[in-house]
T-cell receptor, first 112, second 114 residues
């Protein structure tokens, strides 16, 4: 089965720090996504990438950037972490002709 | 503008009974619909999907029904089990091609009472 691995399960960072969340998939998928999950708000798309070095903004890109230098790796960057970015971050990948996306285990980020 | 709506935030059912989770959508371009299940501190896992050319898809205890004219789908779980207690997300996509993305609802928390 597809494996999507996020680099950390739990992170605690200070306000103003630059934060990197890493995600790696092993199925040669073209599409990769970053979502955040918050109570009562569901899963909201931050950014996605459909090819190496290609990226598109999702619904809530403010305060975030992404990097996709290799097909298997998609990084989410919090340029200057703020407390309202405390959340569960979920990475997903999907083949080009597929509907189903596969998710990583999530990173619970706390910004203090 | 919320394109995928799960209007009931929670549902509680007795073990062995049917659970019915509802989802509505507003974008008529959506052609594919999926349900995901999520436990706390884990990533969502895929449950079942349906395309707009069908009105029903079944997989074991899980059945998804699609009413395209009403822009409504539902997930039926029969019989419900305590291990089904989780958050269920409805998701939709307009197509399967390159750079297609899933739009999710807010989720429904299902509690199955023993």
């Amino acid at each position: 089965d597809v494996k999507v691995t996020q680099s950390s399960r739990y992170l605690v960072k200070r306000t103003g720090e630059k934060v990197f969340l890493e995600c790696v998939q092993d199925m040669d998928h073209e599409n990769m996504f970053w979502y955040r999950q918050d109570p009562g708000l569901g899963l909201r798309l931050i950014y996605f990438s459909y090819d190496v070095k290609m990226k598109e903004k999702g619904d809530i890109p403010e305060g975030y950037s992404v990097s996709r230098e290799k097909k298997e790796r998609f990084s989410l960057i919090l340029e200057s972490a703020s407390t309202n970015q405390t959340s569960m971050y979920l990475c997903a990948s999907k083949g080009g002709g597929a509907v189903r996306a596969f998710f990583g285990q999530g990173t619970r980020l706390t910004v203090v | 503008d919320q394109q995928v709506k799960q209007n009931s935030p929670s549902l509680s059912v007795q073990e062995g009974r049917i659970s019915i989770l509802n989802c509505d959508y507003t974008n008529s371009m959506f052609d594919y619909f999926l349900w995901y299940k999520k436990y706390p501190a884990e990533g969502p896992t895929f449950l079942i999907s349906i395309s707009s050319i069908k009105d029903k898809n079944e997989d074991g205890r899980f059945t998804v029904f699609l009413n395209k004219s009403a822009k409504h789908l539902s997930l039926h779980i029969v019989p419900s089990q305590p291990g089904d207690s989780a958050v269920y997300f409805c998701a939709a996509s307009p197509y399967t091609g390159a750079n297609s993305k899933l739009t999710f609802g807010k989720g429904i928390t299902l509690s199955v009472r023993p």
